[in-house]
């Protein structure tokens, strides 16, 4: 009598969630040298990250306030700056606050940097993503 033993595949690691993802701004921070910072990390927001924001006295004068606080607590990293805080982010230009809202709406909602897009020449539908190109580059 033969006997057939049941050999089961090892079990899957578990998925590991995503929880920091680069960028690269499309103007870029300019420091007080003059030196150009455009690559960056953004981390996943926690709970606490959206409610301490609520507490600061420029959001509750100001409530427009709230994005550059927030951004302030989960941008790590702004090119050499690894000390990012909201006077750094106010200081950024208009089109990389707007890329950076967009970034962490995208990260926080949907887990990912990539957006659907359709060419507006023949309609085929196809993912971007939207967190590394520069103004001007594809």
């Known amino acids: 009598m033969r006997r057939v033993l049941a050999v089961s595949p090892p079990p899957a690691e578990p998925a590991r969630l995503r929880t920091e993802f680069t960028f690269t701004l499309p103007r870029g921070y300019v ?6 910072h455009t690559d960056g990390v953004m981390r996943l927001a926690t709970a606490r990250d959206e409610l301490v ?21 989960v941008v790590t990293r702004i090119g050499t700056i690894n000390d990012v805080h909201p006077g750094l982010i106010e200081n950024l230009f208009a089109t990389d606050l ?5 970034l962490y709406r995208r990260v926080n909602s ?22 590394g190109s520069r103004l001007g580059e594809s």
Do not use: I, K, M, W
């Open 53 to 73: 924001p609520l507490r600061d006295d420029r959001v509750r004068e100001n409530p427009a306030y709230l994005t550059v606080v927030l951004l302030g607590r």
């Open 98 to 102: 707007a890329f950076l809202q967009d």
């Open 31 to 36: 420091d007080e040298s003059g030196t150009v």
């Open 110 to 131: 949907e887990g990912h940097t990539r957006a659907a897009v359709a060419c507006p020449g023949c309609g085929a539908e196809f993912a971007v993503d939207v967190s």
